[in-house]
């Protein structure tokens, strides 16, 4: 199945500071990455569905100034977390869309996620 | 707006039974229904995907079924292993609109030996 990565896999970090990651598609081009938020024992929470060349949507609730994405090509979309704060330790989930011959039309496929801990 | 529900919220069995796990959606104009299994502190990792048009799929030791009518899938597991053990969720794509799919809170299965 197709491949998609997240890096760094795990981040540590003062608050205040601001952390990017990235998500990778590696054998397709998504032209949807979709990122979420996992805490402990819950579901995914969507955040904002990111499309190559535009800007992201954001979901009710979301501080778009807070969480920046960027997809500036159809294998990589980046979220980055501004002035962390200890309420966004939490563990980040992207997902992307997969379009193609013999692959069926919105089929997700996720990274490994990223555990992020602010100090 | 589509909720989804899965049931159980967690389950403990013996190795070599037989599972059943339950998803129930409120908006039946589907596009499709996704399985996943997220181990944990881990990403999520595709089991299995049907399209609305679809009742059923099979990969290996399970099988999803699809009711849209009844609002209801099912993802059954056979002759469970203690590799099993993860959580399960179910993901629902709506037809009328983004197509963004709506998650279950998951059904966390332990299988012991």
């Known amino acids: 199945g197709a491949v998609v990565s997240q890096h760094p896999s795990r981040v540590i970090c003062k608050s205040g500071t601001s952390v990017k990651i990235e998500c990778r598609s590696l054998?397709?081009?998504?032209?949807?990455m979709f990122w979420y938020r996992q805490f402990p024992k819950q579901s995914l929470m969507l955040m904002a569905t990111?499309?190559?060349?535009?800007?992201?949507?954001?979901e009710q609730g979301v501080e778009k100034d807070k969480f920046l994405i960027n997809h500036a090509s159809l294998t990589l979309s980046t979220l980055t977390v501004t002035s962390a704060h200890p309420e966004d330790s939490s563990f980040y989930i992207c997902?992307?869309?997969?379009f193609g011959l013999g692959v069926a039309l919105n089929e997700q496929f996720f990274g490994p996620g990223t555990r992020l801990t602010v100090l | 707006k589509q909720e989804v529900t899965q049931i159980p919220a967690a389950l403990s069995v013996p190795e070599g039974e037989n599972l059943v796990l339950n998803c129930s959606f409120t908006?039946?104009?589907?596009?499709?229904l996704q399985w996943f299994r997220q181990d944990p502190g881990k990403g999520l990792t595709s089991l299995l995907l049907?399209?609305?048009?679809?009742r059923e799929q099979t990969s290996g030791r399970l099988n999803a079924s699809l009711d849209k009518s009844s609002g209801r899938s099912t993802l059954y597991i056979a002759a469970s292993q203690p590799g099993d053990s993860a959580t399960y969720l179910c993901?629902?794509?709506?037809?009328?609109?983004?197509?963004?799919?709506?998650f279950g809170r998951g059904t966390s299965l332990i299988v012991h030996p």
């Open positions: 997902s992307a869309s997969v």
């Open positions: 054998d397709f081009q998504a032209t949807t």
């Open positions: 990111s499309n190559e060349g535009s800007k992201a949507t954001y």
């Open positions: 908006d039946s104009a589907i596009y499709n």
């Open positions: 049907i399209q609305s048009s679809q």
């Open positions: 993901a629902v794509s709506s037809s009328g609109g983004s197509y963004i799919p709506t």
